[in-house]
Structure formats: C-alpha cells, structure tokens
C-alpha cells in the first residue's frame, strides 16, 4: 500500500523532461530560479563619476573587484586546504566514543525465564597511525604542494587576464574618444567649406551642385559622428565590465592628448621571449603539473612496498545489572588493546604496475604539454613584438600624414576662396584630412595597446615595478 500510494508521488515531484522539441520549456521550478537570480547579491564598488581615473588606478580597482580575481583566489585557498589534507596523514588519528545503552530481555534458568536487565555505559579512544609506508604519504604530500603552486601560478595568471582587458578596454574608449574628437573636428571643417560655398554662391561664383555637395559632406560628417558617438558608449560599457561593476556606471578617463606615446623598445625580441619563458604564469602553471605528476610516480611506486600501522582502543566500561528476585549489582573497569597491523599486497593482477604506467604517462603528457606551451608563449611574443614594431613605424606614417593633410586642407581651402581650386578640390582635401586625423588617433591607441598586449604576452604586467603604458 505504502508503494502504491508513493509511486504518485513521486511521478508529480520528478524532474521531467521537455514533452516535445517544438517549444521552450517552462517548468514550476523556474520560477525559483528566477527569483534566486534576480535576488542574486552583486558585489558592487563605489566609483566617482566626478573624477578622471587613469590608467594604474583602473587596474587597481579591477584587480580588487573583478570577479575572476575572487575566483582564482577561492580556488588557491582550497587547493592549500587540500594540502593541510594531505599533511594530515603523517599524524595520528584520534576518535571519541561514548555508548550507553539499557537491554532488557528473558534469560533461561534451569526450566525458569528470569527477568534480566543490563545498564552499560562506555567510554573509549581509538588511536590510529601509520608508521611506515616507504614513501606514499610522501608522494600524496608533494603532489598536493605543486598542485598549490599551480593554483596560485593560476590565481596570478587572472590577475594578468584582468589587467590584459581592463588596458584593451581603456585603449579602445582612448581610441573611441579620440576618434570623437577627430570627426568633431571633420565636422567643423566641413561647415567651413560648406559657409564658404553658399558666401561664393551669393556672390555668383559658385553654383547650386558645389552648395549642395559642401552640405552633403557635412551630412555625412555628422552621421560619422553619431557612429563613433554609439562606439564611444560601447567602450565605457566595455571598461566598465573589465572593473567588475556595472555598464551603466559613467566612468572619465584621461585624454588621448595627454598621455606619452612611447618611442620604441629596449628589450630585443629574443631578451622579451626568454623574459616570457621565466614569468608567464600560464607556462609556470604547466612546469607545475609536471612536478606534482612526478609525485604522482612516487605514490604509484609506494604501493609496491607494505604498510605498517598502529592501533589501540583504550576505554572504560560501567556495567549495572540486575536479575529477577536479586539486588542490582555492578562492576567496572578500564580494558583496551594495542595492535601493529603489517600489510602487503602479493598480487593484485597488475594493477600497481598499470597505476605506474599511467602516472609516468601522465609524467610525459604534463612535460609535452608544458613543452607545446612554450612554444606558444615563443610564437605569441614573437607575434606581439611584430604588431609593436608594426604599430611604430605607422604612427611615423600616419603623424607625416596628418601633416600633410592639415597643409593640403588649410591651402585648398584659401585657393578655392580665391577662386583658385574648385570645391571638388577642397572636398576631397577635407575628406582626407578626416581620414588622417581618424588613423592618427588609430595609430596612437595602436602602439599602446600593442604595448600592453607585448606586456601581457611577456608577463610583464604582472611584475613588481612593472610600468604600465
């Protein structure tokens, strides 16, 4: 009866699967979950919308409040919790137990039951320790301290990460700003060829069709502006988010204008690739691994040998006692024993020699894995010190350019006010001018980010002292 009336139950209580594939599935419990979501607590900072925040001090904030950080930070305190696991075996184990307990029962006599009841009350330890083990707590115990050094290897490789997207994020709003200004810029120039158009068209030196393409560069000047306008608001949501608050929080950075734009390297490429080989948290991570399966090894190899350990249960017993027709009686008395315990296992059919066959293969796949690592962190700095050279030597180009341009602009305008140049001519320097004043700004932003990318490639960012671009 108990079964019929719970198999209901638990049909209307079970998670069920979706009836069909041809619609969302909603079920009672999400409502649940909704609600835990939206009461979810979020970790938030204050921020202050009236100052200018620049660079180190963004990056402090993100590495005190981004949530990777805490993530990384969690999972190095448990994996040092596993270590004070693991240390815990070379000490002995010590247990309490108190029992107490009343039996009452018929005991035969004879051809007579007498009544009989029985009170015990105890109290013991058990006390357990290993002796030897040839090497297997040993092993446990070195396995978990490199576990522990690649946690924290990990824990700074988040901070690199968080530093790496709080810098790309600011270069892109440096980037989005700027570009705000040079479109600003390309605006007001357009205004002037376009006032410089009508005034000819007063005067009857230039026709409706100049008139008109001068408002249509002005057209497209402020449709360029809204563009980069949604961009810029794009990139503060961006930055935001790498800080750990929310994209709707307003945050002022320094301007493009005053920050140093650096000139070049000091390192060589193979000096930033063999500085990246000694810092990388990621490629120290894996060195790591490889060290806690040599551990593993040495456990592997441990079970071969036999196991000596320890016992003994102390304890104190209280008895009470009393028989139908006689008087209660008790007794008392302190008992317990000690034990060595020898154990070795002969034959397991192969599976000690199988577990040391697979920790050394786990030897040869940590070192290849740390291995190909390497030559990713080689190809990665090799790549990112390209883009940095790459970035100088457009930044020369686009300066020479933006100069040109603003000469070639400035000298079509006052020869079509002369009636020199047509309006063709001066659209078209206008045009170009907005092109290079874009890329200059593209170019500047360009050798900081690929600055900070060579610094998050190399582990520079991380360093004590590092200089941030």
Known sequence: ????????????????????????????????????????????????????????????????????????????????????????????????????????????????????????????????????????????????????????????????????????????????????????????????????????????????????????????????????????????????????????VTIHIEPLEVLPIPEGL????????????????????RVAEVRAANAGVKEAHAAFYPTLSLSTSPDTQLLYGSQQALPWTHTAGFYGGLSATLSWTLFDGGARKNRVAQAQADVRGAQAQAAATRDQVADQVWTAYSNLQTAFRQRQAATALLEAASQSYAASLEAYKYGVRNLLDVTAAQQTLAQARSADVLARTQVLGARADLAFRTGEAIQAGARLP
């Not at 190095?76 to 270590?83: P, Y």
């Not at 576990?147 to 994020?169: C, K, M, P, T, W």
């Not at 008109?212 to 810029?232: I, M």
């Open 266 to 285: 000091d390192d060589s490429v193979d000096q930033a690739i063999q500085k990246a080989f000694q810092q990388r948290p990621d490629l120290l991570e």
């Open 1 to 248: 009866m108990l079964l019929v009336v719970l198999l209901p139950a638990t049909h209307i209580f079970a998670q069920s699967a979706p009836a069909s594939p041809d619609r969302p599935w909603h079920s009672t419990r999400e409502q649940e979950v909704q609600s835990d979501a939206k009461n979810l607590d979020a970790y938030t900072f204050r921020i202050d919308s009236g100052k200018t925040y620049s660079l180190p001090e963004l990056i402090d904030l993100a590495e005190a409040h981004n949530p990777q950080t805490r993530v990384a930070w969690e999972s190095a305190c448990a994996q040092a919790a596993a270590l004070g696991i693991a240390r815990s075996e070379l000490y002995p184990t010590l247990a309490a137990v108190a029992v107490s307990q009343l039996n009452r029962d018929e005991v035969l006599f004879g051809t007579t039951f007498f009544s009989q009841t029985v009170e015990a009350s105890q109290v013991g330890f058990d006390l357990n320790y290993t002796v030897l083990d040839f090497g297997a707590r040993a092993g446990r115990i070195a396995r978990a301290r490199a576990d522990v050094l690649a946690a924290n290897f990990g824990f700074n490789d988040a901070h690199r990460s968080v530093i790496y997207q709080v810098e790309q994020a600011y270069y892109q709003l440096l980037n989005a700003s700027g570009q705000e200004g040079a479109v600003r810029a390309s605006l007001s120039n357009a205004q002037a060829v376009q006032e410089a158009a009508e005034a000819r068209l007063k005067q009857g030196l230039a026709t409706l069709p100049d008139v008109l393409e001068a408002r249509s560069a002005t057209a497209q000047a402020a449709y360029e502006l809204q563009a980069v306008l949604g961009a810029e608001e794009t990139a503060r949501g961006d930055l935001a988010t790498a800080l750990g608050i929310s994209p709707t």
